[in-house]
């Protein structure tokens, strides 16, 4: 099973740009690559997905290498809303969620 | 369109007692997933349907949990007799069976507390 590696946490000014990185050297190649979010006790959100190239919507940005054995999550301009924990996922069926990065946006 | 429901939010019971928790997945999603979150852990998968089948249930921590999902629409977890250690928030959620089928939509999931 692909694992991920993930910062403990971090910090990001409001309306900067948040750029959270994600480790997955033992990736398969037809593992795709997601990013959730749980905000508080609610339930995880999904956030993106990408498999080779980067891929961008509405919430964020995410940036895969071309080895892809790491990728990035941009909030391009991060909110007070956004403080969250984020997930980085690569399991192929069903999502091992690891302890994921604790977003904190700062006014 | 509706988001997948869960059923009570909370729930309060005293270790022995029966819980049933249920979980409407979003209309049209054949896959159903179990997870929880127990005190200061990671989040945990249960199980995982396809329709009214169990394609993987190597989470469940033990024979006393009970999921079933007759029909291939909702979804019961069933916690009978419940222990202290069962103390958690229980997600559902549900994704299509196609190329996106590992978006998982999840629910608010249920907060159980076993005195």
């Known amino acids: 099973d692909a694992k991920t590696t993930q910062p403990t946490s971090m910090d990001c000014a409001e309306g900067r740009a948040a750029n959270l990185p994600c480790n997955h050297s033992?990736?398969?190649?037809?593992?795709?690559v997601y990013w959730y979010r749980q905000i508080h006790s609610q339930g995880p959100q999904y956030i993106i997905h990408g498999l080779k190239n980067n891929e961008t919507n509405e919430m964020a940005s995410l940036i895969i290498t071309e080895d892809r054995k790491s990728s990035t999550l941009i909030l391009p301009h991060a909110t007070l809303r956004d403080t969250a924990v984020y997930y980085c996922i690569v399991k192929l069926d069903d999502m091992r969620f690891g302890a994921g990065t604790r977003l904190t946006v700062k006014p | 369109e509706a988001g997948v429901t869960q059923f009570p939010s909370h729930s309060v019971i005293e270790k022995g007692q029966t819980v049933t928790l249920r979980c409407d997945p979003i209309s049209g999603h054949d896959n159903l997933y179990w997870y929880r979150r127990v005190m200061g852990k990671e989040i945990k998968f249960l199980l995982h349907?396809?329709?009214?089948?169990?394609?993987?249930e190597s989470g469940m921590p033990n024979n006393r949990f009970l999921a079933e999902r007759t029909g291939g629409t909702y979804s019961t977890l069933k916690v009978q007799p419940a222990e202290l250690e069962d103390s958690g928030v229980y997600f559902c959620?549900?994704?299509?069976?196609?190329?996106?089928?590992?978006?998982?939509?999840f629910g608010p999931g249920t907060r159980l507390t076993v005195l």
């Open positions: 349907f396809v329709k009214e089948s169990k394609q993987d």
């Open positions: 959620a549900s994704s299509q069976v196609d190329n996106m089928r590992l978006t998982q939509y």
């Open positions: 033992t990736i398969s190649g037809n593992e795709y």
